[in-house]
């Protein structure tokens, strides 16, 4: 995960339009960071709505998960392929996941997850290292990056502990038991 | 999945309010049916709006998925019961999906899975035969579901070929490649 891999996960998610995207993109971002991502990005309108729902389960559930806007995605993906990292594009379209997650694992270096909105232009294709798919049907970003996070991790990401997090779970066979972990 | 084992698997989506929900339920649907789910129930408000999207997923992508809004979800949940089914509940407190996954595996009934909208009741709790989280923190009902099912069918799920797909797609390292399977 984030601080325990000698590399780092962010998220990239394309094209966000504040009205019909704000809850999908929230559980984009969610799902990165209960899944182990270090942070997200994302291109498209600026949403601080999202940005602070983000940061409010950060304060309450602890670890260090950013949310950047970024203007240029094209430029954010070159300089992380300059800076040595990788970039992975989950699509339909791409190469089955267990054919190429294992060289993915592998590989050390810093990875870039980009997930897209409805139309993903052409040259995100082409930037990518991989173009992975997660099934070869139409589903959801959000479960896409969540099984790709899980196999990336190889499960190990449904233990991880988050610093600081102000109130925690003990696991019930019924009911809800939180826990205050600080003030 | 669906056809291939000697249990099926319906997904009870608790709550939908077609506003605000609208494209996370559709999500839901199609990542319940991408990881090869049978259907799926819903309980909340009807959408059309929704049905027809997922409807016209499955007219071009093939397969049985089917959706069903439900008035009475908790008859439904007793009836799922009765006829001799289990209910899986996906919730953030419940038990780790690792200690529970193989029991649910090779149960050999027929497997309800409950995601909930914004406020679970508690009586879901109650009626499930399991709890079950995927991870201890808030993300996505979506991405839940994708790992839960990715889980239950080992990844078998990720090669799974649908009847009577009018298009398919062939695996690309750049790009995209649709083929035409039937008019």
Not at 3 to 32: M, Q, S
Not at 55 to 64: L, P
Not at 87 to 114: A, C, F, W
Request: aromatic share 10%; proline share 3%.
């Amino acid at each position: 995960m984030c601080e325990e891999n000698n590399w780092e996960v962010f998220v990239l998610r394309l094209g966000h339009r504040p009205e019909r995207d704000k809850r999908v993109t929230t559980h984009v971002f969610l799902a990165a960071r209960a899944f182990g991502a270090c942070g997200a990005f994302y291109s498209g309108q600026r949403d601080e709505g999202v940005e602070r729902s983000v940061k409010k389960v950060v304060e309450t559930w602890g670890g260090n998960f950013t949310v950047q806007f970024i203007e240029d995605w094209i430029a954010k993906i070159r300089e992380w392929r300059k800076n040595g990292g990788e970039v992975i594009h989950l699509t339909m379209y791409g190469l089955p996941l267990n054919e190429v997650i294992q060289k993915i694992r592998s590989s050390n270096k810093d990875k870039l997850i980009i997930v897209g909105g409805a139309k993903v232009p052409k040259i995100v294709y082409e930037l990518a290292d991989w173009n992975v798919s997660i099934t070869f049907q139409p589903h959801s970003e959000v479960s896409a990056l969540g099984v790709f996070l899980h196999e990336l991790y190889m499960g190990k990401e449904l233990n991880k502990t988050f610093e600081n997090a102000k109130i925690g779970i003990i696991p019930q066979e019924r009911g809800k038991m939180i826990v205050r972990t600080r003030s």
